[in-house]
């Protein structure tokens, strides 16, 4: 499966973006997808993650209660919808799949990337 994330840009603390990540293949409601992002001098961290069926979902503590992970299986799409965004959560941000039930948390377990798209909150 390939994936193309975009969305990203400029924005200030407090507000919001919406990410989206668009698959090709016919087989994307195979797939647990997550959210990955990278700052500057830091390692890829999970954002969020979301079962194949939808029926779970995964936040890191940084995240939770501020950003919310769907995805649509008729559009090959995720989505990462971001509210009160701080400026730590300046990073690139990578969407993920994985051909599994479960919710992969660690990057190692995820197969397939996208490019990434840049996200910079300024405060």
């Known amino acids: 499966v390939q994936l193309q994330a975009c969305g990203g840009g400029l924005v200030q603390a407090g507000g919001s973006l919406r990410l989206s990540c668009a698959a090709s293949?016919?087989?994307?409601?195979?797939?647990?997808l997550g959210w990955f992002r990278q700052a500057p001098g830091k390692e890829r961290e999970i954002v969020a993650a979301i079962s194949r069926s939808s029926g779970s979902t995964y936040y890191s503590d940084s995240v939770k209660g501020r950003f919310t992970i769907s995805r649509d299986n008729a559009k090959n799409t995720v989505y990462l919808q971001m509210y009160s965004l701080k400026a730590e959560d300046t990073a690139v941000y990578y969407c993920?799949?994985?051909?599994?039930?479960?919710?992969?948390?660690?990057?190692?377990?995820?197969?397939?990337w996208g490019q990434g798209t840049q996200v910079t909150v300024s405060s």
């Open positions: 293949g016919r087989t994307f409601s195979f797939y647990a």
């Open positions: 993920a799949a994985q051909a599994t039930v479960g919710i992969p948390r660690e990057q190692k377990n995820y197969a397939y």
